[in-house]
């Protein structure tokens, strides 16, 4: 990387957080002055506006988060275990989720719904892609025979992303993780029921 693009990287690891616990909204220049030591000046010479410090936050956040639950679905050997993997990749997590503001995606869904267009597409990808990674392994598992040949993948990954983001909201909401675990269980019985063989 070059100096700038390490200069960059360093201020977007610094406020990452920040953006994630306090919103766009509320996360202040004093915010990330004070977390990167670095000056008004510094920071705006490295992005354009705040828009697109925002940008570059939520797509690392986004993209950390995505490589963390990659290299545990990478350490799994059927697409059941791949399955599983994502459930305890949650249930084992929550705590730093948590601690780190909630969810990424959702948190800067909420915000982007009505005051933030210019953040939908990115959180549209990440959602999407979330999805298209249960699908790939519901589809593996189809053509080995692991899960019935009648399974419509892109039906059960849409319920599963709806039950684990409404889960980690309202557990996060709620200051109660039994919300996520429950939606972790239900989708659980549902591989079980009707997914798997």
């Not at 993209?63 to 990659?70: D, E, H, V």
């Not at 275990?81 to 084992?92: G, S, T």
């Not at 992303?161 to 980690?168: H, N, R, Y």
């Amino acid at each position: 990387m070059s100096k700038a693009e390490k200069t960059r990287q360093f201020i977007i690891d610094k406020i990452a957080t920040i953006f994630n616990k306090k919103g766009y909204a509320a996360t202040s220049i004093a915010d990330m002055t004070g977390a990167t030591g670095l000056t008004k000046g510094s920071i705006y010479g490295n992005f354009e506006n705040k828009d697109a410090i925002a940008l570059a936050v939520f797509k690392h956040n986004a993209r950390s988060l995505s490589t963390l639950l990659a290299r545990r679905i990478s350490l799994a050997e059927t697409s059941y275990a791949k399955l599983n993997a994502i459930l305890d990749f949650y249930r084992n997590n929550w705590k730093v989720f948590f601690a780190n503001g909630g969810c990424p995606i959702i948190n800067t869904a909420t915000e982007a719904d009505d005051q933030l267009p210019f953040l939908m597409i990115p959180v549209q990808n990440s959602l999407n892609e979330w999805a298209n990674k249960v699908i790939e392994i519901i589809e593996a598992g189809k053509k080995t025979g692991e899960f019935k040949a009648t399974v419509k993948p892109e039906k059960y990954a849409q319920e599963f992303l709806i039950l684990l983001e409404g889960g980690l909201l309202l557990a996060k909401t709620m200051n109660n993780e039994q919300y996520l675990f429950k939606a972790l269980d239900r989708i659980l019985r549902i591989i079980k029921e009707e997914i798997r063989h």
